[in-house]
C-alpha cells in the first residue's frame, strides 16, 4: 500500500494533483505530490473521489525522478531560518534558548516582559531567525508525523563537560530522518571539564563530522552561561540558511503550523503558529485540524496586538473554536462555509480513523485468543 505516490494516484483517477491534495488536507494530511499514501488515506480517497481501488502489481517501476522537483513559486521571496534546539536533558537547551533570547529580542517599549508563546524571532545583524520554543523534541516529533516540517535547521546542543548521551542519540537519529541540516552547539564551554575534542570524536563516531576535522557539520563551542559563543552559533544559522535558499510567497493564502495551544481565560482556545507560507491576517477564516474559526487577534511575544504575520514568524492565534494539537496545519480559508466544510470532513476522517483501529484491535484480539 505504500508504493503509490500522490501524483500517481491522481493520475490513475484522472483528476487533477490539487483536488487530491486538497481532499488529503481536508483529511488533516499535509501531503505533497511525491508522498506515499498509506492504505488508510488510498481507501477515504477512494470513497471520496467514488471509485473502487484494486491494487494489482504494488511492485511496478515508476520513473518519477523528473516529478521530484518542488514546484517553484515564482513569486516566493526569502524568508528568515526556523531553528528547533535539540539535545540530552540538562545539556542546556532552556539556558540557551534564554540566553539567545535575552541577547537579542529587544525589551519592548511597553514594558519590557515577553511571555513565553512557544515560539520567538530575533535579528542578528539585520537577519531575522525564528527558534521553536516548547520543551522536548515531542513537539518536533509530532509536527514531522503530521508532515508541518517546519524546522529548517536543527541544533544539537551537548554539554561539552559531559558528552554524548542517550536522548543526544535520537536527536541525531530524528535529524538524520528529517535530512534538516545540522549544527552541533558545544555548551558549557566555561566549565574547566569541558571536553570539545571528546564531544567532536562521539559524534563523528555517529556519522557527524566536524568541518575543522574535514567534515561538514559545524561544531560551535559556547556557553549559555556566559554568553560564549551565541553570536557564532547565530552567524553560523545564518550562514546555513543562506545555502539553503528557504523561500516563501507572503502573497499566498495562509499556511502555518501550530507550535503550542491552549485553552485560555477570556481568549478561549489559542494556538501560537508559525507562518510557512503566505500572511496570516486579523480576519481571516481558518481551518486547523478538525477547528476552525476567524481570525479574532494575532498577539506577539511581547503581548501586542499585530495584523499580520509573514513567513517564518510567530504570533498567538485567537478565535478558535477549539483547541488544536501542536503540528496541526492551519490554513486560511476563502470563507467561513469552507473552514467549517474542511473541520467537519477532517472530523468524519477523524472519527473513521478511531472506528478503523478498534476494529483491527478487535480483530487482533479475536486473534489472540484463538
Ligand atoms: P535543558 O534540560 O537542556 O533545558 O537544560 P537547562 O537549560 O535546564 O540547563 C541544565 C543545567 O545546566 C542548569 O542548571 C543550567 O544552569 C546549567 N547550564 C546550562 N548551560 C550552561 C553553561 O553554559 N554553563 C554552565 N556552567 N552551566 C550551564
Ligand atoms: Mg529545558
Not at 121 to 147: K, V
Not at 226 to 237: A, F, K, Q, S
Not at 264 to 275: D, F, L, S, W
Request: with cysteine.
Amino acid at each position: 500500500p505504500e508504493d503509490i505516490r500522490v501524483y500517481e494516484f491522481a493520475e490513475k483517477l484522472n483528476r487533477p494533483i490539487s483536488d487530491v491534495i486538497k481532499v488529503l488536507f481536508s483529511l488533516g494530511l499535509m501531503m505533497t505530490k511525491n508522498d506515499f499514501l498509506g492504505s488508510d488515506e488510498i481507501e477515504i480517497l477512494s470513497e471520496e473521489f467514488g471509485v473502487e481501488v484494486t491494487i494489482v502489481d504494488p511492485k511496478d517501476a515508476f520513473n518519477y525522478e523528473e516529478d521530484m522537483a518542488e514546484e517553484i513559486d515564482e513569486n516566493a521571496t526569502k524568508r528568515a531560518p526556523v531553528i528547533t534546539i535539540m539535545g540530552h536533558v540538562d545539556h542546556g537547551k532552556t539556558s540557551l534558548l534564554d540566553a539567545i533570547r535575552k541577547a537579542k529580542v529587544t525589551e519592548d517599549e511597553a514594558g519590557g516582559i515577553t511571555q513565553h508563546i512557544g515560539a520567538y524571532t530575533i535579528e542578528q545583524n539585520g537577519e531575522a531567525i525564528t527558534f521553536i520554543d516548547t520543551p522536548g523534541h515531542a513537539a518536533f516529533s509530532q509536527m514531522r508525523q503530521r508532515g508541518t516540517d517546519v524546522t529548517d535547521i536543527i541544533v544539537i546542543v551537548v554539554a561539552a563537560d559531559d558528552g554524548v548521551k542517550p536522548q543526544t542519540e535520537e536527536v541525531i537519529k530524528l535529524a538524520k530522518e528529517s535530512g534538516a541540516p545540522v549544527i552541533v552547539a558545544l555548551n558549557k564551554m566555561d566549565k574547566e571539564t569541558a571536553n570539545p575534542d571528546m564531544v567532536k570524536g562521539q559524534m563523528a563516531e555517529r556519522g557527524l563530522n566536524p568541518a575543522d576535522w574535514g567534515g561538514d557539520i559545524e561544531f560551535i563551542p559556547l556557553s549559555a552561561k556566559t554568553g560564549m559563543g551565541i553570536d557564532d552559533l547565530l552567524e553560523n544559522i545564518l550562514l546555513t540558511a543562506e545555502v539553503l535558499e528557504l523561500k516563501a510567497n507572503e502573497n499566498a493564502m495562509a499556511k502555518a503550523a501550530v507550535v503550542e495551544s491552549s485553552l485560555e481565560k477570556g481568549r478561549g482556545p489559542v494556538a501560537t503558529v508559525i507562518v510557512q507560507n503566505g500572511t496570516l491576517r486579523v480576519g481571516d477564516y481558518v481551518v486547523c485540524g478538525s477547528s476552525f474559526g476567524r481570525v479574532k487577534a494575532l498577539i506577539d511575544e511581547h503581548k501586542k496586538q499585530i495584523k499580520e504575520i509573514k513567513p517564518s514568524h510567530t504570533a498567538v492565534v485567537v478565535g478558535l473554536n477549539e483547541v488544536p494539537s501542536s503540528g496541526e496545519v492551519m490554513m486560511a480559508m476563502n470563507s467561513d462555509k469552507e473552514a467549517r466544510e474542511y473541520a467537519q470532513k477532517r472530523h468524519e476522517y477523524d472519527r473513521h480513523k478511531e472506528l478503523s483501529h478498534s476494529t483491527k484491535s478487535t480483530l487482533e484480539d479475536m486473534t489472540s485468543m484463538i
